[in-house]
């Protein structure tokens, strides 16, 4: 199993450009995350899903969306990115919701985005 | 307000000596606790968990000890490995909130 994979593993943008990050898990897990890291700070929740064609906006949501159109695929799109987009960002998949007994959260490798 | 902070962002041990990592957390609904360790370009990988209704959980290598009096959480690490080298953090999971509160993490470096 590949667990999580993200794609791409950089990118480099101009403000104003749009991109989207596709995170895939082969575990059939229901849940799914996107997560920003930022130099100094915790990981911020950006969006997860809790199933197939659901979505909800977690703490950090403006300026990105999501869509879950199959169980595997959570894809983190950004309209009109923005240097305060410039972050690394990660992707988590889980069997159940949150944090629960061995519930374990599996993150995939990142993807570091640079907006210019 | 919810924070999950850690007492020392930088750590330094030697060779087979333990490691202790803290973390402070300060919401007192926060009912499940993980250790996280993020190698070096590299996606977060569990540790360990523990409830609030217990005060230590083993594992490999490694114990969690709670302390829900003063809101702290530890990391302890038995017998450092060069592998151990990584920035090691804390999350809380407030009871109703649906979140994860992440800590910014600890960086464990291993001396020869």
């Given at each position: 199993?590949?667990?999580v994979t993200q794609t791409p593993k950089f990118r480099v943008l101009k403000?104003?450009?749009?991109?989207?990050?596709?995170?895939?898990?082969?575990?059939?897990?229901?849940?799914?995350?996107?997560?920003?890291?930022?130099?100094?700070?915790?990981?911020?929740?950006?969006?997860?899903?809790?199933?197939?064609?659901?979505?909800?906006?977690?703490?950090?949501?403006?300026?990105?969306?999501?869509?879950?159109?199959?169980?595997?695929?959570?894809?983190?799109?950004?309209?009109?990115?923005?240097?305060?987009?410039?972050?690394?960002?990660?992707?988590?998949?889980?069997?159940?919701?949150?944090?629960?007994?061995?519930?374990?959260?599996f993150f995939g490798p990142g993807t570091r985005l640079t907006v210019l | 307000?919810?924070?999950?902070?850690?007492?020392?962002?930088?750590?330094?041990?030697?060779?087979?000596?333990?490691?202790?990592?803290?973390?402070?957390?300060?919401?007192?609904?926060?009912?499940?606790?993980?250790?996280?360790?993020?190698?070096?370009?590299?996606?977060?990988?569990?540790?360990?968990?523990?409830?609030?209704?217990?005060?230590?959980?083993?594992?490999?290598?490694?114990?969690?000890?709670?302390?829900?009096?003063?809101?702290?959480?530890?990391?302890?690490?038995?017998?450092?490995?060069?592998?151990?080298?990584?920035?090691?953090?804390?999350?809380?999971?407030?009871?109703?909130?649906?979140?994860?509160?992440?800590?910014?993490?600890?960086?464990?470096?291993?001396?020869?």
């Amino acid at each position: 199993n590949a667990g999580v994979t993200q794609t791409p593993k950089f990118r480099v943008l101009k403000t104003g450009q749009s991109m989207t990050l596709l995170c895939a898990q082969d575990m059939n897990h229901e849940y799914m995350y996107w997560y920003r890291q930022d130099p100094g700070m915790g990981l911020r929740l950006i969006h997860y899903s809790v199933g197939e064609g659901t979505t909800a906006k977690g703490e950090v949501p403006d300026g990105y969306n999501v869509s879950r159109l199959k169980k595997q695929n959570f894809l983190l799109g950004l309209e009109s990115a923005a240097p305060s987009q410039t972050s690394v960002y990660f992707c988590a998949s889980s069997y159940s919701m949150w944090a629960g007994w061995n519930n374990e959260q599996f993150f995939g490798p990142g993807t570091r985005l640079t907006v210019l | 307000g919810e924070s999950v902070g850690l007492h020392l962002p930088t750590l330094s041990v030697q060779e087979g000596d333990n490691s202790i990592i803290n973390c402070a957390y300060s919401n007192s609904a926060s009912d499940y606790f993980i250790w996280y360790k993020q190698e070096s370009g590299k996606g977060p990988q569990f540790i360990i968990d523990i409830r609030s209704n217990m005060d230590k959980r083993q594992g490999q290598r490694v114990t969690v000890l709670l302390n829900k009096t003063v809101k702290h959480l530890s990391l302890q690490i038995a017998a450092t490995q060069p592998g151990d080298s990584a920035v090691y953090f804390c999350a809380e999971n407030i009871s109703g909130a649906q979140k994860l509160v992440f800590g910014q993490g600890t960086r464990l470096t291993i001396n020869p």
